[in-house]
């Protein structure tokens, strides 16, 4: 594949896919109601557009069982603002009747509303399917980021699709910025901010939530050399064990494939390698912290 530099319109034009958390059980009980949030996504989105106007802004909908895009800026091309406002109407629309729909699907898939995770798994993988089309259409294209506005808390059963996306992102020199609107730091964001060159942020105050994404989020990646964005002050580096799917902080790692484990295992479920070596249990070994 062509490297991203070599096919660039210019320093100041940018692709920016924003994940939406659209998860209902988290926006049930969030200081911030949706339909404010939304406004302000709103606003975010024209702000950009209206940069340059080359940019191009995809937003994707993150639900609980389902992902789906929302709107796509270059469908709005052609009629100028008056497309826009049509295409920011039917992206409304579609929002809700998504969201309808995966509560549906949600429910039947009895989901408890406590353990209710976003898709963002899914999300990150139609971003970088999206992203990596428009690598191959042709010889030029726009600077490309991720966005990921998160409330939900994290899924650890999503702990191996979330990495390759994180993975195949800084791979293809594509950045995830994260914004969080919960309450609850998101391990898998700031692994992803930091291994993607991205911008993590928790805004302090919602309902400034617009002065918060047009100042650091609408910066595009050739102007953020000469600012001073905030930085992460640590990063939750801990995995999710394979067996039970349950962020942990001292595991098993198989040898050949690399799977975690919580507890010792016999043979590993993931390529099926026997382990010969009896291993100590990790629970009664001393806290050598102390």
Known sequence: MTSAHSKLYSDDVSLVVVVVDTNPFFWATAALPFADFFANLVHFVNSILLLNHL?????????????????DS??????GGAGVTATF???SRKVEEFIAQDARATAGNGVSPANAASLLS??????LCYIQRIFRSGTRHPQPRILCLQGSP???EQYVA??????????????IDSCIVG???????????????GVYLKPQELNGLFQYLAAVFATDLHSRTFLRLPKTLGVDF?????????????????????????????????????????????NSMPDLSK
């Open 162 to 175: 979330v990495m390759n996306s994180i993975f195949s992102a800084q791979r293809s020199m594509v950045p």
């Open 154 to 156: 994290d899924g650890p």
């Open 183 to 197: 309450t609850h730091d998101s391990a898998f964001l700031q692994q992803a901010s930091y291994i993607t060159g």
């Open 55 to 71: 940019n191009r802004v995809v937003v994707i909908a993150a639900g609980v069982s389902s992902c789906t895009y929302i709107f």
């Open 74 to 79: 270059s469908d709005a091309s052609p009629a």
């Open 122 to 127: 899914g999300a990150l993988s139609l971003a």
């Open 89 to 91: 109407d039917k992206a």
């Open 238 to 282: 801990r995995a999710s064990c394979f067996c039970h799917k349950k962020t942990i902080d001292m595991g098993y790692v198989c040898s050949v494939c690399l799977s975690i484990f919580c507890k010792n295992q016999k043979k590993c479920s993931t390529c099926g390698s026997e382990f010969s070596r009896v291993m100590p249990d990790l």
